[in-house]
DNA sequence: CGATCGCTTCGGCCGTGCGCGAAGCGTCCG
DNA sequence: CGGACGCTTCGCGCACGGCCGAAGCGATCG
Protein backbone atom coordinates (compact mmCIF):
# COMPACT_ATOMS: atom_id res chain seq x y z
CA UNK A 1 0.00 0.00 0.00
CA UNK A 2 2.77 2.60 1.14
CA UNK A 3 5.17 1.26 -1.15
CA UNK A 4 2.37 1.67 -4.22
CA UNK A 5 1.97 5.16 -3.19
CA UNK A 6 5.77 5.61 -3.20
CA UNK A 7 6.31 3.78 -6.62
CA UNK A 8 3.87 5.88 -8.58
CA UNK A 9 5.20 9.46 -6.93
CA UNK A 10 8.78 7.94 -8.02
CA UNK A 11 6.82 6.88 -11.79
CA UNK A 12 5.21 10.78 -11.86
CA UNK A 13 8.68 12.18 -10.44
CA UNK A 14 10.84 10.37 -13.94
CA UNK A 15 7.79 10.48 -16.10
CA UNK A 16 8.20 14.07 -17.17
CA UNK A 17 10.38 14.92 -20.19
CA UNK A 18 12.63 18.02 -18.91
CA UNK A 19 13.73 15.45 -15.67
CA UNK A 20 14.36 12.48 -17.31
CA UNK A 21 16.85 14.85 -19.37
CA UNK A 22 18.58 15.65 -16.20
CA UNK A 23 18.72 12.67 -15.16
CA UNK A 24 20.07 11.62 -18.27
CA UNK A 25 22.45 14.31 -18.36
CA UNK A 26 23.76 13.04 -15.17
CA UNK A 27 23.76 9.51 -15.79
CA UNK A 28 27.52 9.25 -16.84
CA UNK A 29 27.95 10.24 -12.74
CA UNK A 30 29.77 13.53 -12.85
CA UNK A 31 28.01 16.08 -10.47
CA UNK A 32 26.81 19.12 -12.24
CA UNK A 33 25.35 23.05 -11.11
CA UNK A 34 21.65 23.49 -11.80
CA UNK A 35 22.73 26.12 -13.96
CA UNK A 36 24.18 22.93 -16.09
CA UNK A 37 21.78 21.20 -16.15
CA UNK A 38 19.41 23.84 -17.29
CA UNK A 39 21.10 24.23 -20.23
CA UNK A 40 20.96 20.32 -20.95
CA UNK A 41 17.83 19.69 -19.85
CA UNK A 42 16.63 22.86 -22.24
CA UNK A 43 14.81 25.06 -19.51
CA UNK A 44 14.85 27.76 -18.24
CA UNK A 45 17.04 28.22 -14.42
CA UNK A 46 13.91 28.57 -12.31
CA UNK A 47 12.12 25.60 -14.18
CA UNK A 48 15.20 23.12 -13.74
CA UNK A 49 15.40 24.54 -10.16
CA UNK A 50 11.54 23.05 -9.50
CA UNK A 51 12.64 19.87 -11.14
CA UNK A 52 16.08 19.60 -9.16
CA UNK A 53 13.54 19.61 -5.75
CA UNK A 54 11.17 17.09 -7.01
CA UNK A 55 14.25 14.77 -7.84
CA UNK A 56 15.52 15.77 -4.44
CA UNK A 57 13.07 15.38 -2.56
CA UNK A 58 12.22 11.77 -4.20
CA UNK A 59 16.07 10.90 -3.54
CA UNK A 60 16.56 10.22 -7.25
CA UNK A 61 19.66 13.04 -7.08
CA UNK A 62 21.58 13.81 -4.26
CA UNK A 63 23.00 17.09 -3.73
CA UNK A 64 26.24 18.95 -1.97
CA UNK A 65 26.48 22.41 -1.99
CA UNK A 66 29.81 23.94 -2.61
CA UNK A 67 30.05 27.45 -2.10
CA UNK A 68 27.55 29.62 -4.14
CA UNK A 69 27.13 26.36 -6.05
CA UNK A 70 25.11 23.56 -5.70
CA UNK A 71 26.58 20.22 -7.27
CA UNK A 72 24.01 17.60 -8.22
CA UNK A 73 24.57 13.62 -9.09
CA UNK A 74 22.38 10.70 -9.40
CA UNK A 75 21.62 9.16 -5.71
CA UNK A 76 22.78 5.50 -5.99
CA UNK A 77 23.51 2.86 -8.14
CA UNK A 78 20.47 1.42 -7.77
CA UNK A 79 18.90 4.90 -9.47
CA UNK A 80 21.43 4.40 -12.87
CA UNK A 81 20.51 1.04 -12.53
CA UNK A 82 16.64 2.15 -13.23
CA UNK A 83 17.42 4.19 -15.67
CA UNK A 84 19.30 1.72 -17.89
CA UNK A 85 16.65 -0.68 -17.08
CA UNK A 86 14.02 2.21 -18.22
CA UNK A 87 16.31 2.50 -21.30
CA UNK A 88 16.34 -0.84 -22.17
CA UNK A 89 12.94 -1.35 -22.12
CA UNK A 90 12.60 1.68 -24.48
CA UNK A 91 14.28 0.24 -27.45
CA UNK A 92 17.85 -0.80 -28.26
CA UNK A 93 19.71 0.54 -25.55
CA UNK A 94 21.94 3.45 -25.88
CA UNK A 95 25.40 3.42 -26.14
CA UNK A 96 25.73 5.48 -22.65
CA UNK A 97 24.28 2.07 -21.28
CA UNK A 98 26.84 -0.47 -22.96
CA UNK A 99 29.42 1.65 -21.12
CA UNK A 100 28.41 1.42 -18.20
CA UNK A 101 27.13 -2.35 -17.74
CA UNK A 102 30.32 -3.40 -18.68
CA UNK A 103 32.24 -1.99 -15.39
CA UNK A 104 34.60 -4.64 -14.34
CA UNK A 105 32.60 -6.43 -11.23
CA UNK A 106 35.83 -6.53 -9.73
CA UNK A 107 37.13 -3.06 -10.02
CA UNK A 108 32.75 -2.13 -8.89
CA UNK A 109 34.02 -4.47 -5.53
CA UNK A 110 37.13 -2.96 -4.80
CA UNK A 111 40.34 -1.05 -6.27
CA UNK A 112 42.10 1.71 -5.29
CA UNK A 113 41.72 5.04 -5.92
CA UNK A 114 45.46 6.68 -6.57
CA UNK A 115 46.61 5.58 -3.54
CA UNK A 116 43.31 5.09 -1.31
CA UNK A 117 40.09 2.97 -1.62
CA UNK A 118 37.16 2.82 -3.70
CA UNK A 119 34.12 0.71 -5.01
CA UNK A 120 31.94 -0.92 -2.38
CA UNK A 121 34.50 -1.67 -0.29
CA UNK A 122 35.60 1.89 -0.18
CA UNK A 123 32.30 3.71 0.38
CA UNK A 124 31.17 0.44 2.97
CA UNK A 125 34.09 2.12 5.14
CA UNK A 126 33.51 5.38 4.40
CA UNK A 127 30.03 4.83 5.31
CA UNK A 128 31.33 3.10 8.52
CA UNK A 129 33.26 5.52 10.31
CA UNK A 130 31.02 7.87 8.96
CA UNK A 131 28.08 6.35 11.19
CA UNK A 132 30.43 5.67 14.46
CA UNK A 133 31.39 9.27 14.35
CA UNK A 134 34.81 8.75 13.91
CA UNK A 135 35.04 11.29 10.56
CA UNK A 136 32.65 13.79 9.59
CA UNK A 137 31.94 15.08 6.21
CA UNK A 138 31.42 18.47 5.57
CA UNK A 139 30.91 20.47 2.22
CA UNK A 140 33.63 19.59 -0.04
CA UNK A 141 36.16 18.92 2.90
CA UNK A 142 35.95 16.02 5.67
CA UNK A 143 37.51 15.77 9.37
CA UNK A 144 38.50 13.14 11.90
CA UNK A 145 36.94 13.78 15.07
CA UNK A 146 38.54 12.85 18.35
CA UNK A 147 37.09 9.61 18.46
CA UNK A 148 38.49 8.68 15.34
CA UNK A 149 41.91 10.35 16.24
CA UNK A 150 42.34 7.73 18.59
CA UNK A 151 40.20 5.02 16.59
CA UNK A 152 43.23 5.54 13.92
CA UNK A 153 46.05 5.64 16.64
CA UNK A 154 44.58 2.58 18.12
CA UNK A 155 45.34 1.02 14.37
CA UNK A 156 49.27 2.52 14.70
CA UNK A 157 48.19 5.02 11.69
CA UNK A 158 50.85 8.10 12.22
CA UNK A 159 48.36 10.65 11.59
CA UNK A 160 50.92 13.66 12.15
CA UNK A 161 52.75 12.17 8.76
CA UNK A 162 49.82 11.44 6.75
CA UNK A 163 48.99 15.00 7.74
CA UNK A 164 52.45 16.44 6.80
CA UNK A 165 53.13 18.64 4.18
CA UNK A 166 50.72 20.46 1.88
CA UNK A 167 48.74 17.27 1.35
CA UNK A 168 44.61 17.57 2.39
CA UNK A 169 44.30 15.34 5.24
CA UNK A 170 40.75 13.91 5.02
CA UNK A 171 38.64 14.59 1.90
CA UNK A 172 35.74 12.95 0.62
CA UNK A 173 35.80 11.89 -2.87
CA UNK A 174 33.49 10.71 -5.75
CA UNK A 175 33.05 7.03 -6.42
CA UNK A 176 32.87 6.63 -10.21
CA UNK A 177 30.81 3.20 -9.82
CA UNK A 178 29.11 4.10 -6.63
CA UNK A 179 28.34 7.88 -7.07
CA UNK A 180 28.52 8.17 -3.03
CA UNK A 181 31.73 9.06 -1.35
CA UNK A 182 34.87 7.76 -0.06
CA UNK A 183 38.12 8.57 1.75
CA UNK A 184 40.93 10.02 0.17
CA UNK A 185 43.54 12.38 1.49
CA UNK A 186 46.72 11.65 3.61
CA UNK A 187 43.84 9.73 6.13
CA UNK A 188 42.22 7.55 2.99
CA UNK A 189 46.30 6.70 1.65
CA UNK A 190 47.30 5.46 5.23
CA UNK A 191 44.09 3.49 5.61
CA UNK A 192 44.50 1.95 2.55
CA UNK A 193 48.15 0.78 3.17
CA UNK A 194 47.13 -0.57 6.54
CA UNK A 195 44.95 -2.65 4.96
CA UNK A 196 47.74 -3.75 2.13
CA UNK A 197 50.15 -3.97 4.85
CA UNK A 198 48.27 -6.08 7.13
CA UNK A 199 47.03 -8.46 4.61
CA UNK A 200 43.99 -7.75 4.23
CA UNK A 201 43.68 -6.61 0.84
CA UNK A 202 46.09 -7.50 -2.36
CA UNK A 203 46.82 -5.69 -5.11
CA UNK A 204 45.04 -7.50 -8.15
CA UNK A 205 47.79 -8.52 -10.82
CA UNK A 206 47.49 -6.00 -13.64
CA UNK A 207 44.93 -4.13 -12.58
CA UNK A 208 43.45 -1.15 -9.77
CA UNK A 209 41.20 -3.91 -8.49
CA UNK A 210 41.65 -5.18 -5.18
CA UNK A 211 40.72 -8.76 -3.32
CA UNK A 212 39.17 -8.34 0.28
CA UNK A 213 41.25 -11.87 1.78
CA UNK A 214 39.26 -13.75 4.27
CA UNK A 215 41.24 -12.51 7.30
CA UNK A 216 40.66 -9.12 6.23
CA UNK A 217 37.15 -9.46 5.81
CA UNK A 218 37.00 -10.82 9.30
CA UNK A 219 38.79 -7.86 10.87
CA UNK A 220 37.86 -4.93 8.78
CA UNK A 221 34.20 -6.74 10.05
CA UNK A 222 34.87 -6.52 13.31
CA UNK A 223 36.91 -3.01 12.97
CA UNK A 224 34.04 -1.19 11.52
CA UNK A 225 30.86 -3.37 13.05
CA UNK A 226 29.44 -4.06 10.13
CA UNK A 227 28.58 -7.12 8.18
CA UNK A 228 31.38 -9.04 6.64
CA UNK A 229 29.40 -9.98 3.35
CA UNK A 230 28.62 -5.98 2.43
CA UNK A 231 31.73 -4.61 2.92
CA UNK A 232 32.17 -5.62 -0.90
CA UNK A 233 28.30 -6.89 -1.79
CA UNK A 234 26.02 -5.28 -0.17
CA UNK A 235 23.42 -2.10 0.59
CA UNK A 236 25.11 -0.75 3.77
CA UNK A 237 23.08 2.46 2.60
CA UNK A 238 19.48 1.46 3.43
CA UNK A 239 20.50 0.96 6.92
CA UNK A 240 22.28 3.89 6.98
CA UNK A 241 19.34 6.35 5.63
CA UNK B 1 18.43 11.10 -29.80
CA UNK B 2 15.81 8.44 -30.78
CA UNK B 3 16.50 6.78 -27.45
CA UNK B 4 15.63 9.74 -25.54
CA UNK B 5 12.59 10.67 -27.13
CA UNK B 6 11.43 6.73 -26.40
CA UNK B 7 12.62 6.88 -23.09
CA UNK B 8 10.89 9.68 -22.39
CA UNK B 9 7.34 8.20 -23.48
CA UNK B 10 8.00 5.00 -21.80
CA UNK B 11 8.72 6.84 -18.61
CA UNK B 12 5.57 9.27 -19.18
CA UNK B 13 3.33 6.12 -19.65
CA UNK B 14 4.86 4.46 -16.64
CA UNK B 15 4.33 7.39 -14.60
CA UNK B 16 0.72 7.91 -14.46
CA UNK B 17 -1.13 6.36 -11.46
CA UNK B 18 -3.62 4.58 -13.23
CA UNK B 19 -1.27 2.86 -15.42
CA UNK B 20 0.91 2.21 -12.74
CA UNK B 21 -1.77 0.09 -10.97
CA UNK B 22 -2.72 -1.84 -14.06
CA UNK B 23 0.88 -2.66 -14.46
CA UNK B 24 1.18 -3.88 -10.89
CA UNK B 25 -1.82 -5.86 -11.06
CA UNK B 26 -0.39 -7.39 -13.93
CA UNK B 27 3.26 -8.80 -12.27
CA UNK B 28 2.04 -11.60 -10.65
CA UNK B 29 2.21 -13.31 -14.71
CA UNK B 30 -1.31 -13.93 -15.01
CA UNK B 31 -3.44 -12.48 -17.50
CA UNK B 32 -6.63 -10.04 -16.93
CA UNK B 33 -9.17 -8.82 -18.75
CA UNK B 34 -10.07 -4.91 -19.37
CA UNK B 35 -12.93 -5.06 -17.24
CA UNK B 36 -11.07 -6.82 -14.20
CA UNK B 37 -7.71 -4.01 -14.76
CA UNK B 38 -10.47 -1.14 -14.83
CA UNK B 39 -11.52 -2.66 -11.18
CA UNK B 40 -7.85 -2.75 -9.62
CA UNK B 41 -6.97 -0.27 -11.19
CA UNK B 42 -9.97 1.73 -9.55
CA UNK B 43 -11.26 3.74 -12.84
CA UNK B 44 -14.00 3.04 -15.12
CA UNK B 45 -14.04 0.86 -17.78
CA UNK B 46 -13.45 3.16 -20.29
CA UNK B 47 -10.56 5.14 -18.96
CA UNK B 48 -8.70 1.63 -18.64
CA UNK B 49 -9.61 0.94 -22.17
CA UNK B 50 -7.67 4.03 -23.01
CA UNK B 51 -4.82 3.32 -20.59
CA UNK B 52 -4.30 -0.04 -21.90
CA UNK B 53 -4.22 1.37 -25.83
CA UNK B 54 -0.88 2.89 -24.38
CA UNK B 55 0.35 0.24 -22.58
CA UNK B 56 -0.25 -1.56 -25.83
CA UNK B 57 1.58 1.19 -28.01
CA UNK B 58 4.27 1.68 -26.44
CA UNK B 59 4.74 -2.70 -25.92
CA UNK B 60 4.74 -2.17 -22.30
CA UNK B 61 1.57 -5.42 -21.65
CA UNK B 62 0.78 -7.55 -24.98
CA UNK B 63 -2.97 -8.60 -25.48
CA UNK B 64 -4.38 -11.61 -26.56
CA UNK B 65 -8.04 -11.92 -27.59
CA UNK B 66 -10.27 -14.73 -26.99
CA UNK B 67 -13.57 -14.32 -27.91
CA UNK B 68 -15.21 -11.24 -26.76
CA UNK B 69 -12.65 -10.92 -23.80
CA UNK B 70 -9.05 -9.49 -24.24
CA UNK B 71 -6.87 -10.64 -22.10
CA UNK B 72 -3.46 -8.21 -21.27
CA UNK B 73 -0.23 -9.48 -19.76
CA UNK B 74 2.90 -7.79 -19.01
CA UNK B 75 4.93 -8.00 -22.23
CA UNK B 76 8.06 -9.51 -21.30
CA UNK B 77 10.74 -10.24 -18.40
CA UNK B 78 12.21 -6.94 -19.19
CA UNK B 79 9.42 -5.07 -18.14
CA UNK B 80 8.64 -6.74 -15.51
CA UNK B 81 12.53 -6.23 -14.27
CA UNK B 82 11.61 -2.48 -14.50
CA UNK B 83 8.76 -2.45 -12.37
CA UNK B 84 10.85 -4.48 -9.97
CA UNK B 85 13.67 -2.01 -9.69
CA UNK B 86 11.43 1.31 -9.87
CA UNK B 87 9.90 -0.36 -6.78
CA UNK B 88 13.49 -0.63 -5.20
CA UNK B 89 13.90 2.59 -5.51
CA UNK B 90 10.61 3.67 -4.21
CA UNK B 91 11.92 1.98 -1.05
CA UNK B 92 11.37 -1.13 0.10
CA UNK B 93 10.91 -3.67 -2.44
CA UNK B 94 6.93 -5.21 -2.34
CA UNK B 95 6.59 -8.67 -0.84
CA UNK B 96 5.37 -9.81 -4.78
CA UNK B 97 9.30 -8.59 -6.17
CA UNK B 98 10.85 -10.88 -3.51
CA UNK B 99 8.94 -13.79 -5.13
CA UNK B 100 9.89 -12.91 -8.54
CA UNK B 101 13.43 -12.68 -7.78
CA UNK B 102 14.08 -15.29 -5.63
CA UNK B 103 12.89 -17.82 -8.79
CA UNK B 104 15.26 -20.37 -9.30
CA UNK B 105 18.03 -19.36 -12.55
CA UNK B 106 17.61 -23.12 -13.60
CA UNK B 107 14.48 -23.20 -13.48
CA UNK B 108 13.68 -19.98 -15.49
CA UNK B 109 17.08 -21.15 -18.27
CA UNK B 110 14.72 -24.31 -18.70
CA UNK B 111 12.21 -26.90 -17.45
CA UNK B 112 9.54 -28.91 -18.27
CA UNK B 113 5.63 -27.57 -18.05
CA UNK B 114 3.72 -30.75 -17.35
CA UNK B 115 5.11 -32.93 -20.16
CA UNK B 116 6.51 -30.52 -22.79
CA UNK B 117 9.54 -27.97 -22.47
CA UNK B 118 9.64 -24.18 -20.38
CA UNK B 119 11.49 -21.44 -19.41
CA UNK B 120 13.80 -19.75 -21.81
CA UNK B 121 14.47 -22.83 -23.93
CA UNK B 122 10.87 -23.54 -24.22
CA UNK B 123 10.25 -20.18 -25.78
CA UNK B 124 12.82 -19.94 -28.13
CA UNK B 125 11.93 -23.06 -29.70
CA UNK B 126 8.74 -21.49 -30.10
CA UNK B 127 10.00 -18.31 -31.13
CA UNK B 128 12.41 -20.26 -33.84
CA UNK B 129 9.57 -22.56 -35.16
CA UNK B 130 7.05 -19.51 -35.23
CA UNK B 131 10.22 -17.44 -36.91
CA UNK B 132 10.88 -20.42 -39.87
CA UNK B 133 7.34 -20.99 -40.50
CA UNK B 134 6.59 -24.46 -38.84
CA UNK B 135 4.13 -23.49 -36.69
CA UNK B 136 1.90 -20.63 -36.63
CA UNK B 137 0.31 -19.19 -33.35
CA UNK B 138 -3.71 -17.94 -33.26
CA UNK B 139 -5.77 -16.61 -30.69
CA UNK B 140 -5.70 -19.47 -28.19
CA UNK B 141 -4.51 -22.57 -30.09
CA UNK B 142 -2.00 -23.21 -32.93
CA UNK B 143 -1.29 -25.23 -35.97
CA UNK B 144 1.18 -26.62 -38.00
CA UNK B 145 2.29 -25.97 -41.35
CA UNK B 146 3.28 -28.14 -44.28
CA UNK B 147 6.49 -27.24 -43.87
CA UNK B 148 6.47 -27.78 -40.35
CA UNK B 149 4.89 -31.46 -40.65
CA UNK B 150 7.74 -32.18 -42.94
CA UNK B 151 10.33 -31.03 -40.73
CA UNK B 152 9.14 -32.98 -37.25
CA UNK B 153 8.82 -36.06 -39.88
CA UNK B 154 12.37 -35.48 -40.66
CA UNK B 155 13.10 -35.73 -36.91
CA UNK B 156 11.40 -39.26 -36.53
CA UNK B 157 8.49 -37.35 -34.61
CA UNK B 158 5.61 -39.50 -35.35
CA UNK B 159 2.46 -36.85 -35.32
CA UNK B 160 -0.32 -39.31 -35.99
CA UNK B 161 0.59 -40.73 -32.71
CA UNK B 162 1.00 -37.03 -31.31
CA UNK B 163 -2.50 -35.88 -32.60
CA UNK B 164 -4.02 -38.87 -31.01
CA UNK B 165 -7.50 -39.14 -28.83
CA UNK B 166 -8.73 -35.83 -27.72
CA UNK B 167 -5.48 -34.27 -26.83
CA UNK B 168 -5.05 -30.90 -28.24
CA UNK B 169 -2.04 -31.39 -31.22
CA UNK B 170 -0.54 -27.45 -30.75
CA UNK B 171 -1.45 -25.08 -28.65
CA UNK B 172 0.43 -22.50 -27.09
CA UNK B 173 0.86 -22.49 -23.46
CA UNK B 174 1.78 -19.39 -21.18
CA UNK B 175 5.52 -19.56 -19.65
CA UNK B 176 5.34 -18.34 -16.11
CA UNK B 177 8.84 -16.96 -16.19
CA UNK B 178 8.95 -15.49 -19.41
CA UNK B 179 5.25 -14.35 -19.69
CA UNK B 180 5.77 -14.87 -23.66
CA UNK B 181 4.68 -18.55 -25.44
CA UNK B 182 6.20 -21.87 -25.92
CA UNK B 183 4.54 -24.94 -27.46
CA UNK B 184 2.31 -27.66 -25.51
CA UNK B 185 0.16 -29.93 -26.57
CA UNK B 186 0.71 -32.83 -28.44
CA UNK B 187 3.54 -31.68 -30.29
CA UNK B 188 5.39 -29.95 -27.17
CA UNK B 189 5.47 -33.13 -25.61
CA UNK B 190 6.59 -35.53 -28.56
CA UNK B 191 9.60 -32.84 -29.28
CA UNK B 192 10.29 -32.99 -25.60
CA UNK B 193 10.56 -36.46 -25.81
CA UNK B 194 12.68 -36.32 -28.79
CA UNK B 195 14.85 -34.41 -26.80
CA UNK B 196 15.20 -36.05 -23.92
CA UNK B 197 15.92 -39.49 -26.06
CA UNK B 198 18.55 -38.02 -28.28
CA UNK B 199 20.12 -36.68 -24.90
CA UNK B 200 19.96 -33.54 -25.94
CA UNK B 201 18.56 -32.25 -22.62
CA UNK B 202 18.64 -34.29 -19.15
CA UNK B 203 16.22 -33.80 -16.39
CA UNK B 204 17.45 -32.69 -12.95
CA UNK B 205 17.15 -34.70 -9.90
CA UNK B 206 14.75 -33.54 -7.52
CA UNK B 207 13.25 -30.25 -9.69
CA UNK B 208 11.69 -29.89 -12.89
CA UNK B 209 14.43 -27.98 -14.17
CA UNK B 210 16.31 -29.76 -17.69
CA UNK B 211 19.82 -29.55 -18.37
CA UNK B 212 20.74 -28.72 -22.32
CA UNK B 213 23.95 -30.96 -22.73
CA UNK B 214 26.61 -29.94 -25.24
CA UNK B 215 25.56 -32.15 -28.11
CA UNK B 216 22.59 -30.95 -27.20
CA UNK B 217 22.94 -26.88 -27.88
CA UNK B 218 24.58 -27.71 -30.91
CA UNK B 219 22.23 -29.82 -32.33
CA UNK B 220 19.31 -27.29 -31.44
CA UNK B 221 21.38 -24.54 -32.46
CA UNK B 222 21.77 -25.95 -35.84
CA UNK B 223 18.03 -27.60 -36.27
CA UNK B 224 16.48 -24.08 -35.23
CA UNK B 225 18.82 -21.56 -36.51
CA UNK B 226 19.72 -19.81 -34.13
CA UNK B 227 22.70 -18.67 -31.93
CA UNK B 228 23.41 -21.94 -29.02
CA UNK B 229 24.07 -19.55 -26.32
CA UNK B 230 20.02 -17.69 -26.81
CA UNK B 231 18.51 -21.10 -26.28
CA UNK B 232 18.50 -20.63 -22.33
CA UNK B 233 20.05 -17.16 -21.65
CA UNK B 234 19.49 -14.98 -24.37
CA UNK B 235 16.98 -12.52 -25.57
CA UNK B 236 16.19 -13.21 -29.18
CA UNK B 237 12.82 -11.93 -28.82
CA UNK B 238 14.48 -8.71 -30.15
CA UNK B 239 15.52 -9.86 -33.41
CA UNK B 240 12.49 -11.40 -33.82
CA UNK B 241 10.46 -7.93 -33.29
C1' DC C 1 31.33 47.25 1.24
C1' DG C 2 28.99 47.49 -3.17
C1' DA C 3 28.78 44.58 -7.35
C1' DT C 4 28.29 40.27 -9.39
C1' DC C 5 26.86 35.71 -9.62
C1' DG C 6 24.13 31.34 -8.68
C1' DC C 7 20.14 29.64 -7.16
C1' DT C 8 15.45 29.69 -5.36
C1' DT C 9 10.69 31.51 -4.57
C1' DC C 10 6.62 33.80 -6.26
C1' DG C 11 2.83 34.75 -9.42
C1' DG C 12 0.26 33.98 -13.41
C1' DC C 13 -0.41 31.91 -17.96
C1' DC C 14 -1.51 28.02 -20.60
C1' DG C 15 -1.63 23.42 -22.46
C1' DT C 16 -1.79 18.50 -21.82
C1' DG C 17 -4.25 14.72 -20.58
C1' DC C 18 -7.00 12.27 -17.08
C1' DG C 19 -11.63 11.38 -15.90
C1' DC C 20 -16.36 9.70 -16.76
C1' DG C 21 -21.20 9.17 -19.20
C1' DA C 22 -23.29 7.96 -23.31
C1' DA C 23 -23.27 5.78 -27.54
C1' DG C 24 -21.31 2.37 -31.05
C1' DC C 25 -19.47 -2.12 -32.48
C1' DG C 26 -18.46 -6.97 -32.32
C1' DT C 27 -19.15 -11.50 -29.98
C1' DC C 28 -21.57 -15.01 -27.58
C1' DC C 29 -25.84 -17.27 -25.75
C1' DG C 30 -30.62 -18.83 -25.34
C1' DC D 1 -32.65 -13.55 -34.08
C1' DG D 2 -32.97 -10.52 -30.04
C1' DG D 3 -30.79 -9.57 -25.80
C1' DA D 4 -26.81 -9.54 -22.87
C1' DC D 5 -22.14 -8.77 -22.43
C1' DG D 6 -17.28 -6.89 -23.17
C1' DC D 7 -14.78 -3.50 -25.00
C1' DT D 8 -13.88 0.73 -27.48
C1' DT D 9 -14.72 5.46 -29.34
C1' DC D 10 -16.56 10.02 -28.75
C1' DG D 11 -17.31 14.27 -26.37
C1' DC D 12 -16.60 17.40 -22.85
C1' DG D 13 -15.33 19.28 -18.25
C1' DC D 14 -11.84 20.14 -15.28
C1' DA D 15 -7.72 20.26 -12.76
C1' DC D 16 -2.98 19.40 -12.27
C1' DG D 17 1.47 20.76 -13.40
C1' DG D 18 5.02 22.60 -16.52
C1' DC D 19 6.86 26.93 -18.05
C1' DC D 20 8.89 31.44 -17.68
C1' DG D 21 9.75 36.62 -16.04
C1' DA D 22 10.63 39.17 -12.12
C1' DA D 23 12.04 39.58 -7.59
C1' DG D 24 14.49 37.82 -3.31
C1' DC D 25 18.28 35.59 -0.82
C1' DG D 26 22.92 34.11 0.16
C1' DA D 27 27.62 33.75 -1.02
C1' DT D 28 31.86 35.29 -3.36
C1' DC D 29 35.05 38.62 -5.24
C1' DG D 30 37.43 42.87 -6.21
Redo the contacts between chains.
Sequence with gaps: M???A????????????AR??IL?SLMDGRARTAKELAFLARIAAPTASGHLAKLLDSR?VAVEPQGRHRYFRIASP??A??VE????????A?PGDRRLRRIDPALAAARTCYDHLAGRLGVAIADALQARGHVAFGDGSGEVTASGRAFFAALGLDLAEAGHGRRVFCKPCLDWTERRHHIAGGLGAAFCGHCLSAGWIRRHRDSRAVEVSPEGRVALAELLGVDGQALTSGWPERAAA
Design positions: TSEDLAWIASVVGDPLRLLLVQMTMSAVAGDS
